[in-house]
C-alpha cells in the first residue's frame, strides 16, 4: 500500500508542504502538487536532463531525485527565474536571441543547467562549456545555438561582451 | 517585409519561461493512467490471459485485453487518406493483438487510478503464447521457409517496385568498362524527440476528444474513426506543443486505443504517457536499408549501366510501408542520370519493431549507398570527388518526368563551391591522401536532392483561415503544425507580408483542434513553408480584397486604387495613408450602418513539387589503433530556396546534421538474435549526440529563388540529415583509404575493416 509523507520544502522562494507518495519522485510532486509543468519528463532514469532543478545551489535530474529527499531543502525551477514585472533573466533572452529554442521540450532542463554554471562566475571555453551541459540531451538544435547561448551569457556576465 | 529577416520565433518567449503547455501539461490531474502490456515473445499467438490477480490490485480500474476489442484492422500511416481503394495504407493493425508479430506488440492494457498501479497490475498479468519461430533479417525474411507474418504477403514482401531504363544487361558488354560493386549496409535507428509519445481521452456527449502528441491531428482524428468503428466527426483531435516528432508522430500511435479506453471507464479522462523505453520499442524507428549497389563505369567516369537492389526492413508492421524504399531508390536515377538502369526494391515485414517514417525517409539510407559508392568511383579513377560530381550529377536544367520537378539553377555546384571553401577540400583532400601513422584527417564530401511534399504520389493541399481583430491584427489558423521546426513564426511572416501588416500583429494559433482548425494534413514531407505558403498568400489576398472592398465605404476612393501597407490603407497614385487598418477594423465591426466580420478561408490544392538541394563536407580524424573517428569540423549547404527566416533555418541545418552524425558514427538499435528483443531501448545504451560529440556546426545557404513557389521556399527540415553519413564516410576512406560501407562507423566496424585491410 501506499505511504504517504510530509515534505516541507522552499520552492521558488516559497515555504510549501504537501503530503507525498513516498515512491514519488521530485519530479511527480513539482508537477503534479504544485503544477511547475517547465519540470518535463523525458527519460524519467537521469539520462536526458529535461527534468532538472536546481536544489540548494545544485543541479539536479529531478525524476531520480525522490521528493521526500526534498524536505528541507531550497528548490528552484525555470519558473522562478521571470523577474516579478515578466523580465527575462539573462540567459532567457540569450536563448531567445540565438535561436536556441526548437521544440522547447529540453529548452527549461537546458537553462537550469546553464544557470547553475553561470553561477559559478567561471570563465569557461566553449569545449569547457560542452562538457559541462553534456548531462541535457536535445534532438532538435544540434546544440550549437544553445552553446552559443550560454558562452554569450557567460561572457556578458563577466563583462567581456 | 519580414519574409526574409531572421525575427524570434513566436513561440520561443512560452518556451524559455516554461508556460509553453505540452500535452502532459494539459491533462487534468485526476485522470487514469493506462499501462500496455507488450509481449515477451517476438512471433506467435496469446492463448490466454489471465487478469484475475491484476485487478485484485488496490487503483486498478478496468483491464482490457487483445480478446475485448473491437475488430477493425486500420492503418497507422500519417498519409492523406485516398478514396481509391487501391492508393489506401495497409489496414493491419488491432488496437491489441492477439497475433504477436514483434517483441513488444500490443497485448492487453491496464486502466488505474496511479501509475504505481498500473505498472504492479501489468506485472501480475500472466499470458500464456504460443511462440512461432521469428525472423528479424530482411533477406531471412524473403526465404521460401522463413516464418510468414501475414498469409497476405509471401515471401513477407510488403511491396517490391522497380525501375527499367535501357537495356543493362547489353550496356554491360560495351569494352572497356570497370565494374563496381558493393553492399551497404544502414541500421535501425529512432527518432528520439526529447517528449516521449503521450496523449490522453475523454468524452464529451458520444464524442471523444483525443488530446496529443502527434505531427497529424486530422489523420489521427480519421484513424481513431477507423479504429473504433465510429464517424470520423465523432472523433476531435486536439495538438497542443510537441516536444519534436522527426516522423515518428506522423504515424497514429495509441491515440485509437486511448480513445477506446476511455469509452471504456464511462468517459473518464484516461492518459496514455509512453515511456522511453515504449518509445524506442513500441513506435517506429527509421527503416534499415541493405542496398546492393553495381555501377559499369567508362575509363571517363561516366555511367554505363547501373543496378540498385535495396531491402528494406520494415518490422512487424506495414505503417509508412514501402514508400520510403521506393523514394531511396528512385534517388538514384536522378542523382546520376544514366541510360541503362536496373533497380529494384523490396520491403519486406520481419519480426521486429515497426518502421515508419523518419526525418529524409528512405534518402539517408539511399544517398549512403549512392554517394559511397561516387567516390569510390572518383578515387579509383583518380579523377576528384568533387570534380567527378560537377561532371555526371544531374545537370541544371534536368527534369524528371513524373513529378516535373527541374534543376532551375546550377544549384549543386554553388553549394559544393561553398562546401569546399568552407572545408579547405582541395588543399587537404590531396594533402590527407599521402598519410602515414597512427593518427590520419582526411575530407569527404556528400549531395543529396530532396522533394518537397508528396505531390505527385499523394494530395497536397492545404487550408488557411484568417480573422480580423477590432485592432487590425488577425488570428491565422493552418492544419500545418508547428513541431517545433519554427512553422508557426514563418506562417506569421509569410501573413504579415501577404496582407501588408507588421509582423507582430499576426497571431498564429499554435494548437491545431480538429473541430475548429481548417482541414489539412499537417507537418511531414518538409512541405510545411512551401505547402502553407500557398494557402496563406490566397487566402490573405482574399482579405485583403474585402477590407479595400470595406475601405471604399470609408474614403470613397475605389477599391483597385487603394492598397494595405504595414497596416495602412493608402492611395495607390499618391502614397497617402487613408485610413489605419485599426481604424477600419472598428469601424466594420461596430458600424451602425453596415456591420461587417472581416475573416477569410480558403483552400489551395497543390499540383506542383520542388527539388531541395544541398550537400555536406566533412573532416575527420582517425585513430588507427583504437579505431575511433573523431568528427573535426563539418559543413552543410543548403539550397532550399528563399529562406524565410534565415536563423531559423540555420538552427534547423544544425539538428539535421547532428541527427547526420549519429547515425554515422553511434546510433544503432540491437536486437537480441535468439528472442528477437530489443537490446538498447534506452538513451544510455542508444548513443544519441551529446554536446561532446560534435564540432561546430556550420550551416550555409544559397538561396535560388524556387519559381514555383509563392514565397520561393522548398523543402528544408528533412534534407539536413540526408548526406552526412556518406560524407563522414568518405572522409575516412580519404584518410585510411579504407572504405566502411556499413553504418554506424563504430570501433567495432573499424576495427574489422582496418583488420581486412591490414591497417592494424
Ligand atoms: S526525465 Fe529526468 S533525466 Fe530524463
Ligand atoms: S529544442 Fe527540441 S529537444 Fe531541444
Known amino acids: 500500500m501506499a505511504q504517504y509523507k510530509l515534505v516541507k520544502c ?72 521571470l523577474g516579478p514585472g515578466g523580465e527575462l533573466a539573462d540567459i532567457q533572452q540569450a536563448f531567445i536571441d540565438e535561436a536556441a529554442v526548437q521544440c522547447g521540450f529540453c529548452t527549461p532542463g537546458f537553462i537550469m543547467t546553464a544557470v547553475q554554471l553561470l553561477e559559478t562566475r567561471k570563465e569557461y571555453t566553449r569545449e569547457e562549456l560542452r562538457k559541462h551541459l553534456a548531462g541535457n540531451l536535445c534532438r532538435c538544435t544540434g546544440y550549437e545555438n544553445i552553446l552559443n547561448a550560454v558562452e554569450k551569457t557567460m561572457l556578458r556576465r563577466l563583462g567581456k561582451l | 517585409m519580414t519574409v526574409g529577416q531572421s525575427v524570434p520565433r513566436v513561440d520561443a518567449l512560452d518556451k524559455v519561461i516554461g508556460r509553453a503547455k505540452y500535452t502532459d501539461d494539459l491533462c487534468e490531474k485526476n485522470a487514469y493512467t493506462a499501462k500496455i502490456l507488450h509481449s515477451t515473445i517476438a512471433n506467435g499467438i496469446v492463448k490466454s490471459i489471465d487478469v484475475s490477480e491484476a485487478l485484485n490490485i488496490p487503483g486498478v480500474v478496468k483491464i482490457v485485453t487483445c480478446f475485448d476489442v473491437p475488430k477493425f484492422l ?160 465523432d472523433v476531435r483531435i486536439v495538438k497542443p506543443y510537441i516536444g519534436g516528432g522527426f516522423g515518428n508522430k506522423q504515424d497514429s500511435l495509441y491515440e485509437p486505443l486511448c480513445a477506446y479506453l476511455t469509452t471504456q471507464v464511462g468517459g473518464r479522462p484516461v492518459k496514455i504517457d509512453v515511456t522511453r523505453e515504449e518509445t524506442f520499442v513500441c513506435n517506429r524507428v527509421r527503416h534499415a536499408i541493405r542496398s546492393h549497389l553495381i555501377s559499369w563505369v567508362r575509363p571517363d567516369g561516366s555511367f554505363a549501366a547501373r543496378k540498385l537492389e535495396c531491402y528494406s526492413n520494415q518490422g512487424a508492421y506495414a505503417s509508412h ?150 485592432d487590425g491584427s488577425v488570428q491565422v489558423q493552418l492544419a500545418e503544425t508547428e513541431i517545433g521546426q519554427g ?14 501588416i507588421n509582423f507582430n500583429k499576426v497571431h498564429v494559433i499554435s494548437t491545431q483542434d480538429t473541430d475548429v482548425t481548417p482541414f489539412g494534413t499537417s507537418a511531414y514531407a518538409s512541405r ?139 546510433e544503432q538499435l540491437l536486437f537480441d538474435p535468439k528472442t528477437g528483443k530489443t537490446l538498447n531501448d534506452n538513451l544510455l545504451d542508444y548513443k544519441l549526440s551529446t554536446f561532446v560529440d560534435h564540432p561546430h556546426l556550420e550551416a550555409q545557404f544559397v538561396e535560388n529563388f524556387e519559381p514555383t513557389s509563392s514565397f520561393g521556399t522548398k523543402a528544408l527540415g528533412e534534407p539536413p540529415v540526408c548526406p552526412v553519413a556518406p560524407a563522414i564516410r568518405n572522409a575516412i576512406l580519404n584518410a585510411t583509404g579504407v572504405a566502411i560501407n556499413n553504418i554506424p562507423m563504430t570501433p567495432h566496424i573499424l576495427f574489422e575493416r582496418f583488420k581486412e585491410e591490414g591497417l592494424i
Not at chain 2, 501480475?124 to 511462440?131: L, N, P, R, S, T
Not at chain 2, 512553422?487 to 501588408?500: C, I
Not at chain 2, 531541395?612 to 539550397?639: M, Q, R, Y
Open chain 1, 10 to 81: 522552499t520552492i521558488n522562494g516559497k515555504e510549501t508542504e504537501t503530503m507525498v507518495d513516498v515512491r514519488a519522485s521530485l519530479t511527480d510532486m513539482l508537477r503534479n502538487d504544485y503544477r511547475l509543468t517547465s519540470v518535463k519528463k523525458g527519460c524519467e532514469v537521469g539520462e536526458c536532463g529535461a527534468c532538472n532543478v536546481i536544489i540548494d545551489g545544485e543541479c539536479f535530474n529531478s525524476c531520480i531525485y525522490l521528493a521526500i529527499w526534498a524536505e528541507g531543502k531550497k528548490i528552484q525551477t525555470l519558473e522562478s527565474l
Open chain 2, 528 to 666: 510545411q513553408t512551401y505547402v502553407g505558403g500557398f494557402a496563406i498568400k490566397q487566402t490573405a489576398l482574399l482579405l485583403k480584397e474585402r477590407i479595400l472592398k470595406y475601405a471604399y465605404e470609408l474614403t470613397r476612393m475605389p477599391s483597385f486604387e487603394l492598397d494595405l501597407v504595414e497596416g495602412q490603407i493608402i492611395r495607390k497614385t499618391d502614397g497617402r495613408v487613408m485610413i489605419s487598418l485599426a481604424e477600419l477594423a472598428t469601424e466594420a465591426l461596430y458600424s451602425m450602418s453596415h456591420s461587417e466580420h472581416m475573416t477569410s478561408e480558403s483552400t489551395y490544392q497543390i499540383k506542383s513539387n520542388a527539388y531541395s538541394f544541398g550537400c555536406c563536407f566533412a573532416e575527420v580524424e582517425v585513430d588507427i589503433p583504437l579505431c575511433k573517428v573523431t568528427l573535426v569540423d563539418i559543413i552543410n549547404v543548403h539550397d532550399a530556396g528563399q529562406l524565410i527566416n534565415p536563423a531559423l533555418a540555420e538552427a534547423q541545418v544544425h539538428g539535421g546534421m547532428s541527427m547526420g552524425i549519429g547515425y554515422a558514427l553511434s
Open chain 2, 321 to 470: 510501408g514501402h514508400g520510403i524504399a521506393a523514394k531511396g531508390m528512385n534517388a538514384l536515377p536522378q542523382l546520376y542520370p544514366c541510360d541503362n538502369m536496373e533497380c529494384d526494391s523490396y520491403t519486406v515485414f520481419t519480426n521486429r519493431p515497426v518502421a515508419g517514417a523518419m526525418r529524409g525517409y528512405g534518402i539517408p539510407q539511399a544517398m549512403f549507398a549512392a554517394e559511397s559508392q561516387t567516390d569510390d568511383i572518383a578515387i579509383a579513377l583518380g579523377i576528384d570527388p568533387v570534380e567527378y560530381r560537377r561532371k555526371y550529377l544531374m545537370p541544371a536544367g534536368y527534369v524528371d518526368g513524373f513529378s516535373k520537378n527541374e534543376n532551375y539553377f546550377d544549384t549543386f555546384n554553388q553549394c559544393m563551391d561553398k562546401g569546399k571553401k568552407y572545408i579547405d577540400f582541395d588543399r587537404k583532400f590531396k594533402e590527407y591522401q599521402k598519410q602515414t601513422g597512427p593518427i590520419r584527417k582526411g575530407v569527404g564530401c556528400s549531395v543529396f536532392w530532396y522533394n518537397t511534399g508528396v505531390w505527385p504520389i499523394s494530395l497536397e493541399s492545404s487550408s488557411c483561415r484568417m480573422v480580423l481583430n477590432q
Open chain 2, 74 to 233: 486500420f492503418p497507422t500511416a500519417g498519409h492523406p487518406w485516398s478514396t481509391d481503394p487501391a492508393h489506401q495504407d495497409v489496414a493491419d493493425r488491432l488496437l491489441l493483438t492477439d497475433r504477436v508479430r514483434f517483441y513488444g506488440d500490443d497485448v492487453a492494457a491496464v486502466i488505474a487510478e496511479t501509475e504505481v498501479a498500473a505498472k504492479q497490475a501489468l506485472e501480475a498479468i500472466k499470458v500464456e503464447y504460443e511462440a512461432y519461430p521469428f525472423v528479424l533479417d530482411v533477406q531471412e525474411a524473403m526465404k521460401p521457409d522463413a516464418p510468414q507474418l501475414f498469409d497476405a504477403y509471401p515471401n513477407n514482401i510488403l511491396g517490391h517496385s522497380s525501375i527499367r531504363r535501357g537495356n543493362y544487361e547489353e550496356a554491360i558488354k560495351e569494352p572497356g568498362l570497370t565494374k563496381f560493386e558493393a553492399w551497404y549496409e544502414t541500421p535501425t535507428v529512432q527518432h528520439c524527440h526529447i517528449e516521449n509519445h503521450i496523449c490522453y481521452a475523454s468524452m464529451e456527449g458520444n464524442r471523444i476528444t483525443v488530446v496529443s502528441s502527434t505531427q497529424i491531428p486530422h489523420i489521427v482524428r480519421r484513424i481513431v474513426g477507423q479504429a473504433l468503428g465510429i464517424p470520423w466527426g
Open chain 2, 487 to 500: 512553422a508557426d513564426t514563418a506562417f506569421a511572416q509569410m501573413t504579415a507580408d501577404a496582407l501588408g
